[in-house]
């Protein structure tokens, strides 16, 4: 963590000015009280600092007289230090006796003033009517507007249409919480969270980012909307991040709105991967036997039986294990009509055979296709046969596919560089997934475990998929 430098200048007796440059925020005036003298002040305000950050602050502490160099640390010991930085120039104001008797800092408690608000006057009318000398004390109460200044001199002889506005004066300001609240990362969410501050993120920060892909990700979504995971290669992270990206997805969109679907061959992981594991009767041949594909008015109740809920909202529904062959075409089909009618958004998982019904199907039905592609050769190489593949059996999908690079052990960083180059060249956007542990493990997968990274990650891979599904029908 870098280490956070405070600038404190004295300003006089009773006040004193903390700056925080690495932080580009505002200025904090610091005042002493009746029971607490500046210098305690100042003191328990570098303490809270040094807390907040779990480490020690570097202080510039200037007075009318000299500089000093301190360095405090979250139990309130300040020791002086060399200056770390070159000297910064000191301005040549004349000392004044208030500067001088200030004391090197005391513990104390924190005082932070607001710097007054000022207000502009109303402008005056251009051509205010001259007005009469005063003959004789007037009433202070504005007499009520006479009719002729409400309604128009010449009588109305037809309909007369008033434009209204599109919202009622009345009605308070639209809130936008992705340019309004308070930061809660980096250097100004701690700031914030040790001093009580309202400190907005910078328009560029990661924090930022993430809050717009975060809109992004709860925008209205097309009628039957699709997201698969493929990759003719196995063991490549199909099912590990088809499961986060539907949690991701319900995180923000709210519970019941997402599915991840296991279309994958029979004997695959995925039950085996995700949080909470199906109860029997929980799998795709037990919702297929259970609900007509044609019926329109089966209660969401029912369809829920069939589905196993995750911990960050979303379902899933599992392949039977032991069943003796793959879906049909018409089976995946119908399993993409009955969950259509009751969620928003479905995600899918897809096995390694592309001559699969369920995987044809799967290809043909999707709004977009992400691949996983870690940084070997030979999966380098089965993404770029997989892409073919989609190019054969729906060629405009292609425009809204996803080439996800992932890191792990065992990746050739050299193959990246000719990865992306023969991605980029079939128009097929690339993003880069961090290394996540989870992952590898091949342990179950809850969304509150994964790294912070893995989460921003697939937090902008979401509103990737959300935008080119939008797009598509924009």
Not at 33 to 46: C, M, W
Not at 345 to 365: C, E, F, Y
Request: hydrophobic fraction near 45%; charged fraction near 20%.
């Amino acid at each position: 963590m870098t280490t956070l430098t405070v600038d404190v200048e004295i300003t006089s007796k009773t006040t004193a000015r903390a700056t925080l440059p690495d932080a580009d925020v505002p200025h904090m005036d610091l005042e002493a009280t009746e029971n607490r003298s500046l210098s305690a002040v100042v003191h328990e305000f570098l303490t809270s600092i040094a807390k907040g950050q779990d480490s020690d602050v570097e202080v510039v502490y200037r007075t009318g007289r000299d500089t000093k160099f301190l360095t405090v640390s979250p139990d309130g010991k300040a020791k002086e230090r060399a200056p770390s930085t070159p000297l910064p120039i000191v301005r040549n104001t004349p000392e004044t006796a208030a500067a001088e008797n200030v004391s090197p800092p005391l513990a104390g408690p924190v005082v932070v003033a607001a710097e007054p608000i000022e207000y502009e006057a109303a402008p005056e009318p251009a051509h205010a009517p001259a007005q009469a000398p005063r003959t004789e004390p007037q009433s202070v109460v504005a007499p009520a507007p006479s009719p002729a200044a409400r309604w128009p001199a010449e009588p109305v002889t037809g309909p007369v249409s008033v434009p209204l506005p599109v919202l009622s004066q009345l009605s308070a300001p639209r809130a936008n919480p992705a340019e309004s609240d308070p930061a809660r990362l980096g250097v100004r969410g701690r700031l914030n969270a040790v001093l009580g501050l309202k400190l907005a993120p910078k328009s560029d920060s990661l924090e930022m980012r993430l809050r717009g892909a975060q809109t992004t990700i709860e925008r209205a979504l097309p009628e039957g909307a699709m997201i698969t995971f493929a990759n003719v290669k196995g063991g490549v992270g199909k099912t590990p991040m088809s499961i986060s990206l539907a949690e991701a997805l319900a995180e923000h969109r709210g519970p019941a709105t997402v599915t991840c679907l296991d279309l994958g061959e029979v004997g695959g992981s995925f039950a085996d991967r995700v949080a909470v594991p199906p109860a029997a009767g929980q799998d795709v041949v037990s919702l297929l036997a259970g609900i007509d594909p044609a019926a329109t008015d089966v209660p969401p109740s029912r369809v829920a039986r069939f589905l196993t809920r995750q911990p960050a909202g979303s379902d899933i529904v599992t392949g039977r294990v032991g069943v003796d062959a793959t879906l049909t075409y018409e089976e995946a089909a119908a399993l993409g009509m009955i969950l259509g009618r009751h969620r928003d958004l479905l995600v899918t998982d897809t096995g390694n055979s592309s001559l699969s019904a369920s995987w044809q199907w799967a290809i043909r039905a999707s709004h977009v296709v992400v691949i996983p592609v870690p940084l070997r050769r030979d999966a380098a190489v089965a993404a770029q046969r997989t892409l073919s593949t989609i190019a054969a059996v729906r060629p405009d999908v292609l425009a809204r596919t996803v080439v996800v690079i992932t890191d792990g052990p065992g990746d050739a960083p050299m193959v990246e560089t000719e990865a992306v180059d023969a991605f980029s060249a079939l128009g097929v956007p690339v993003c880069r997934m961090p290394f996540e542990p989870l992952f590898a493990s091949g342990e179950r997968i809850a969304l509150s475990q994964l790294r912070s990274e893995t989460h921003d990650a697939l937090t902008v891979l979401a509103a990737t998929a959300v935008d080119l599904m939008v797009g598509a029908v924009d």
